[in-house]
Structure formats: structure tokens, C-alpha cells
């Protein structure tokens, strides 16, 4: 979808189409073509995942501001800086805070309309949410180690479609270390087994939006009831695919069908199978709970920092020193001696 699009793709506001996208009197075939080409390219600059979080804030600002009265296009800065407090008052964080800017920003200039999001007194209620919010801990769904994964993947039965699509979805996920929108991106053509196993071809993900692309090794485990490669040849055997989506819908019968999962899908799935293996608050896990739990395990075993930084692709060592460092901390600790 256009720019233009994610305003009226919430249905909360009637906008005309972008005049980015007009042209003064009957545009050539030619030119008509060139413009479908550029809306499709204006597309592609951010993720659908990004479009769809977008699409949300954009409805929560444009609802606000019904509520309250206020203009959502054109916003005033006073109208976005209220609407600021608001949301930091019903305890939001300032990260989710400045992708609301972000949705606000873009929608305003899709639609050729001048943006306050910047404005200084935004800056400056923004700069006090962040002081007020100092401290607090930041709220993150709970690791899947090794050993709660396989207690989930137990749940699972493998003679059924379902069952050996998502087995081979939480077990690649986590020993790839994946983002769960990079999961469900998967295509056929990105897989290369090996005798070592498989290498696995990321085009593009969170940190890498230019698309330079990222090649890592997903090891087999031959002598493991829980081999990630293995239950990737599995499904792929049993679906009988060659190309495309890797993990797909399935249609009634059960058949494959051609659409791939959402994101959505794999938090929903780990949720659903936590609650199977008697867990009582799933609420505590997410989609990022398997790559957070390949990090946490590898951490355990004394991992190289280097080497789970190359393999989660993390731009910053430092986050994943965070991990090593909760796993490490009692670690020929300076006190282990005292009071003897």
C-alpha cells in the first residue's frame, strides 16, 4: 500500500488520494505506468510489518483526536503534545511513543501536509517523558531455553499438517535466532542443506531494511529428537514444497495453501502451545521469546559473545553482552570466598 493509503486504511478518516500521485491533465500510458511503479517503490521503503504498526498508531492518534476534538490532519503541536501525555500517562514507553511520531509524520506528509511532530514543544514533552521514565524497567517477554522449547515442541503432533509445519517452525526459529517476521519470510530458495547442516539466507530484516543480506549456518543435531534441520526436511517432505513460502496457511482437507503465516502467527502459536505444556502465565512469552531464548541458552553454555552476535545479528555487542552478562554474573564472582 501507498502512502496515501495508510490513512484511509484505518476508516477512521475519509483523505483524498496524494497528490504525489496526480498528474495535470490526462497522463500517457507511459506515464501512468512510471507512477504505478513509484507508488509500488514507496511501498517497499518500509516492511509491512512497519506499514501495519504504522497503520495502528495512526488509528489510535485519529481516534484520540475524535474523542477529544481535535484535528488529526492537519494536527497542531498541541494537539500531538496532549496527545503524548496521554499515552505516556496510561503508562506507555517513549520508544512506542516515537513510532507514534513516526505514523504521524508519515501520514501527514503522504498527504502533502505540513507535520508538527518535531515542533519544539514536542521535542521538549518528549524529552520529559523520557527523564520521568528513567529507571524504569522495560517490560520483556521471557526467554524459551532450550529445554522449555522442547517441552512445547512435545506438544505438538507430527503426523498432521499442522503438527510437522510447526514443529519445524519454533525449532528453526529458535536455533536461527530469528526475528518472527524473518521466520515467517522464509522462502525455499533461501535454504541450502549441507552435511553440516543448513545455511540460511536472511535478504533483508529489521537492522538490515537496504536488503544487503545475511548468510547463517543452522547446525544438525543428528543424534537429537529435536534436530532443527531434520524437522525443516520434514515439513518441507511432507507439504511437498520446492519453492515459495516455506511456512504456509493450511487450507481445509488439511491441504498447503499458497499464503504464508503472519508474524502474528508464530506469537500465537508458542502461546497456545505453552498453555499445552501447562504453563499458566503464556502472557509471559512472545514470538521474540525463541530468538531471546537462543541467545539466553548459548549464554548458559559459555558461548563465544562474537560468535552469538554473528549468528543473532544483533548491530550492537553490547546487547548481547546484556545477555552473557545475566547468565555470567556469578562467574568467579569476587565474594565466593568471604566468610568462609
Known sequence: MTISDKVTLTGEID????????????PSPALTTALDSARDYATASRSDATWRAYAHDWQRFASWCESVGQSAL????STICAFLATEADAGLAAATLDRRLAAIRVVHQGNQQTSAHDAPAVREVMRGIRNRQKGRPSPKKAPLIDTDLTLLVDTMDTTTLAGARDRALLLIGFA??????????IDVEHLAFRPEGLTLMIPFSKTDQAGKGAQIAVPAIPLSDYCPVA??????AVAGLTEGAVFRRLRRGPRVGQDRLSDS????????CAKNAGHENVSMFAGHSLRRGFITTAARNRADVFAIAAQSRH????????????ETRFDNHPGLKMFQ
Open 231 to 236: 524437522a525443516l526436511k520434514a515439513w518441507l
Open 176 to 185: 536461527a535466532a530469528l526475528r518472527r517476521s524473518e521466520l515467517v519470510g
Open 265 to 272: 502467527t508464530v506469537a500465537k502459536l508458542i502461546k497456545q
Open 74 to 77: 492537519p494536527a497542531s503541536a
Open 315 to 326: 548491530r550492537s555487542l553490547d546487547t548481547v553482552r546484556e545477555y552473557v552478562d545475566a
Open 15 to 26: 483523505a483524498p488520494e496524494s497528490e504525489i500521485w496526480t498528474v495535470e491533465g490526462r
